[in-house]
């Protein structure tokens, strides 16, 4: 079974820092580029980072870039977001999900994020 | 940074009615990197259409999607109960990988 589970987070105080899992199984881990998306309480979904399958092309939204750090492990079948400096507007679900991509007949790339874990909770407060 | 504008805030029908939803880009962009997502209370978000038009895998035939450049729609006809949710657009062309701020379905 295809599956992404999120750990690590919990309540912190705006200035800490917290590092979010996410375990992978059921897919092959190093033929994907991968994702954490965060959605604050009653809001709606925001892009946070993304990470290729080698780990050489990584991007972050402005609002975390130089805070937050993604990272993989392709022998553990991991992925990572280290948080620092931690504000209240962090405060959110944070969800890791499978970016896939698909070629068709006509050499048209096509991205979209596939699979989704269930999300884990960061307090800032 | 490509921003993506959702309308209607919320969109409330009878079941058995069709939903048009909209999601426009300040910027056009290959129609390929978008993709919608559905979002039921208490759940994680849920892939239903890819490259604007194609359906996801067990994604009804009630659900799809049209548009290209910067103007793009999702399109639930026969809307049932179970559709209730926020349904989010989402562009993969650059970074920053924006999301629209979603469209929210009630049914009466």
């Known amino acids: 079974e295809v599956q992404m589970v999120e750990s690590g987070g919990g309540l912190v105080k705006p200035g800490g820092s917290l590092r979010l899992s996410c375990a992978v199984s059921?897919?092959?881990?190093?033929?994907?580029?991968l994702n954490w998306v965060r959605q604050a309480p009653g809001r709606g979904l925001e892009w946070v980072s993304s990470?290729?399958?080698?780990?050489?092309?990584?991007y972050y939204a402005d609002s975390v870039k130089g805070r937050f750090t993604i990272s993989r492990d392709n022998a553990e079948n991991s992925l990572y977001l280290q948080m620092s400096t931690l504000r209240a507007e962090d405060t959110a679900v944070y969800y890791c999900?499978?970016?896939?991509?698909?070629?068709?007949?006509?050499?048209?790339?096509?991205?979209?994020?596939?699979?989704w874990g269930t999300g884990t909770t960061v307090t800032v407060s | 940074e490509i921003v993506l504008t959702q309308s209607p805030g919320t969109l409330s029908l009878s079941p058995g009615e069709r939903a048009n939803l909209s999601c426009r880009a300040s910027?056009?962009?290959?129609?390929?990197?978008l993709s919608w997502y559905q979002q039921k209370p208490g759940q994680a978000p849920r892939l239903l259409i890819y490259?604007?038009?194609k359906r996801a895998s067990g994604v009804p035939d009630r659900f799809s999607g049209s548009g290209s450049g910067t103007d793009f729609t999702l399109t639930i006809v026969n809307t049932e109960p179970d559709d209730l949710a926020v349904y989010f657009c989402?562009?993969?062309?650059?970074?920053?990988?924006?999301f629209g701020q979603g469209t929210k379905l009630e049914i009466k």
């Open positions: 990470i290729s399958q080698s780990g050489n092309h990584i």
């Open positions: 999900a499978r970016q896939n991509m698909v070629r068709d007949s006509h050499n048209y790339y096509y991205y979209y994020m596939d699979v």
């Open positions: 989402h562009q993969f062309d650059r970074s920053p990988y924006t």
């Open positions: 910027q056009t962009f290959f129609s390929t990197l």
């Open positions: 490259g604007a038009s």
């Open positions: 059921g897919f092959t881990f190093t033929a994907y580029s």
